[in-house]
């Protein structure tokens, strides 16, 4: 007996000296995180989800993309299956590890308010485009870990509080003092004056897609171009860089690598898109696509609404997937047209003559972002319609739109805002079979969410319009 109790007093001692020791301490385990680190692994999954998984998917219910009659257009653009997920891994892998390095950076003695600012700019960022995907989100009880089933915020509610999150981290930059740097700062390097033209961009973009639903934000719009301070050269930009490397390729051309055996044979060319290159005269046509194998030399035959395919179909240029070309998030060519929009609808001084040339300015960038040579981007900028009260709404959208051609999210939000429901710039049909009767306006919510969160909205259609979509 006495042995007994022995043996018990000696196993709780123990227990005891084990707790207060360093013995059961995994010398391996982190005990706390660089928010560079979390930045740099957010950016990766963000610009992953837009050049990859929101890519197809959203360029096929946008019609700016066919499918190649690999399921049929009806069912290519109204399949939900491939960006539920994304939905997911932009809270997880994105919002939630920005949301960590905010707190250990502002945490830090003294804080790191340039890192805080960068991550804000790219929380601002992910949270807007995730709204114009699916209309009203988490977001004020989002990637907090604090609260189990988080309410979906309006989404007038959410973009109003991006403005909100970029002004915060505008007033936090310096550009003198160091945030996130190269390597973890995959954008700039940690060039602070260029993350604030970004951030003033990304501000004007978000405005835009508010104004037609929140006339106030033309006054917005206005004050932002009155203080500039926006991007203003290609080399303001804002790209995610891939490589011609093992493991740092675009994933669109890792896709056609590994799946396809490098032959393009998953995107093509749409009639929407295919229709207004041609009445434009536009000179992007080769080099937005290349002719189907068994076509001519400079035959393009773009697939009908139904999806008619044969080997003559033209398909979406191999030299878009190509494996270091980088993911736009935002382009130069992009800040120019918005700037011709601003003044053109009367938000910023200037008139038609200096709408006009803003306009023709982005034209001439976004030409040449796609590799048509200088000389004949020049002669078809300058040869553009100048910009009148009657055609500004009209020729503004044609070019907006064709401009976003590789970046099928913006190019979705472009399209929706381009005109009152069934006036939209380019025209577009309802595919024949398609399981609703209007254009795809909306992502719906994936099915944890719905059957995880009570919060989350119901009775939504893909055809039901958002907020913002007037």
């Known amino acids: 007996m006495k042995k007994l109790i022995f043996a018990v007093l000696l196993a709780f001692s123990t227990t005891a000296c084990f707790k207060n020791s360093d013995i059961n301490i995994d010398p391996n385990r982190s005990t706390s995180v660089d928010p560079a680190l979390l930045f740099s692994g957010a950016a990766t999954q963000f610009s992953l989800l837009r050049v990859a998984e929101l890519t197809w998917p959203v360029a096929l219910m946008n019609q700016m993309w066919a499918s190649g009659g690999r399921w049929g257009l009806a069912q290519a ?47 601002a960022f992910a949270y807007a485009q995730t709204s114009l995907l699916w209309g009203d ?6 990637a907090t870990g604090k609260v189990d089933f988080p309410k979906f915020d309006k989404q007038q509610d959410v973009l109003n509080g991006c403005v909100a999150m970029i002004d915060e981290a505008l007033a936090m930059i310096d550009p003198a003092g160091k945030g996130i740097i190269a390597p973890n700062d995959l954008y700039y390097g940690g060039d602070m004056t260029k993350w604030r033209k970004f951030a003033n961009s990304l ?82 046509i080769p080099y937005f696509y290349q002719p189907g194998p068994a076509a001519a030399a400079n035959e393009y035959i773009a697939l009908d609404p139904v999806e008619t395919y044969t080997t003559k179909s033209a398909l979406v240029n191999m030299n878009l997937l190509k494996a270091d070309l980088p993911e736009v998030s935002f382009s130069y060519s992009e800040q120019l047209l918005f700037e011709a929009e601003a003044i053109a609808r009367g938000f910023a001084p200037g008139g038609f003559e200096a709408a006009t040339t803003r306009m023709r300015a982005g034209v001439r960038e976004s030409l040449l972002s796609f590799g048509v040579p200088a000389a004949e981007a020049n002669t078809y900028a300058n040869g553009l319609p100048a910009l009148n009260a009657a055609n500004f709404k009209t ?39 398609a399981p609703v009767a209007g254009l795809v306006r909306r992502l719906l919510y994936r099915s944890e969410e719905v059957s995880s969160n009570p919060n989350t909205p119901a009775g939504i259609t893909l055809d039901t319009p958002q907020w913002f979509d007037k």
């Open 77 to 123: 653009q109204y399949d939900q299956t491939r960006v539920r997920s994304a939905w997911g891994r932009t809270y997880t892998d994105v919002l939630k590890n920005l949301a960590v390095a905010v707190d250990i950076a502002q945490s830090a003695q003294p804080v790191n308010k340039n890192a805080v600012a960068q991550c804000k700019i790219l929380m």
């Open 203 to 284: 501000k004007m973009r978000i405005l835009f897609s508010m104004v037609d639903a929140d006339a106030s934000k033309g006054a917005a719009i206005g004050q932002l171009m009155a203080s500039g301070n926006m991007i203003s050269s290609n080399a303001d930009a804002m790209l995610f860089k891939y490589f011609n490397q093992p493991g740092r390729q675009n994933p669109r051309f890792s896709f056609t690598a590994i799946f396809r055996g490098g032959v393009q044979s998953d995107w093509y060319c749409s009639k929407p898109v295919y229709n207004l290159l041609v009445s434009l005269k536009d000179p992007r």
């Open 137 to 142: 989100i988490p977001f004020t009880e989002a």
């Open 395 to 433: 020729v503004l959208a044609q070019q907006q739109y064709l401009d976003l051609f590789m970046r099928p999210v913006e190019g979705w939000v472009q399209h929706r805002r381009s005109g009152a429901i069934g006036q939209e710039i380019p025209a577009m049909t309802t595919p024949t079979g």
